[in-house]
């Protein structure tokens, strides 16, 4: 089953709500793929032993993980926190997520720079490309668990719009929105 996505639309009050616009307009995973998005739907109940999980991380090199309970109850500086994911930014590298319980909704802007929203639930993960502006929200239910994988150390660091002239925005430029170049979606 593919992930949930559409188009966003322009209104700033409560982003823990969908937000579909009027009519709706749902985006494919096939051009979430030219964007560089990428999706696979796991086990989120067996993932200590998933063949398929551990097969994406030995191709793509992601030697490190750990786990991320965010909500109210477990989150010291909650609302901050959530403040800070919502902002948008990009990253130097990969930020790949997988949904082990709850849910949450990643906004990715689209060729346009029109916000695409994607609902994550368990059993999703979604792999984002270095340099493709993004922010991230809980959805009502104020709860998610993500695992984290990363290439090497874990690098956290965000850098907030305008990032035009960074390397990696630059190279997403390139490889996604000027030559459009897609890349398999699963």
């Known amino acids: 089953m593919a992930v949930q996505a559409w188009f966003k639309d322009d209104f700033d009050e409560d982003p823990r709500l969908p937000h579909y616009r009027n009519p709706d307009e749902f985006v494919s995973m096939d051009q979430l793929a030219e ?12 993932y200590e032993n998933d063949e398929e999980l551990r097969k994406i991380r030995e191709t793509r090199g992601y030697n490190y993980m750990d786990l ?34 709850g849910s949450g909704y990643f906004d990715v802007r689209g060729k346009q720079d029109r916000w695409i929203r994607i609902l994550v639930k368990p059993g999703d993960l979604i792999i984002l490309p270095a340099g493709i502006y993004h922010r991230f929200t809980l959805d009502t239910s104020n709860y998610v668990k993500l695992m984290r994988l990363f290439r090497g150390d874990p690098v956290w660091t965000s850098y907030n719009r305008p990032q035009e002239d960074h390397p990696a925005r630059k190279e997403y430029l390139q490889s996604f929105l000027k030559t459009g170049v897609p890349l398999e979606a699963h």
């Open 35 to 46: 964007l560089g998005v990428l999706h696979w739907k796991l086990n989120p109940n067996d």
């Open 68 to 101: 991320l309970d965010l909500c109210p109850e477990k989150v010291e500086n909650y609302k901050e926190k959530l403040k800070i994911f919502y902002t948008e930014h990009i990253h130097q590298d990969e930020e790949i997520r997988y949904c082990l319980e």
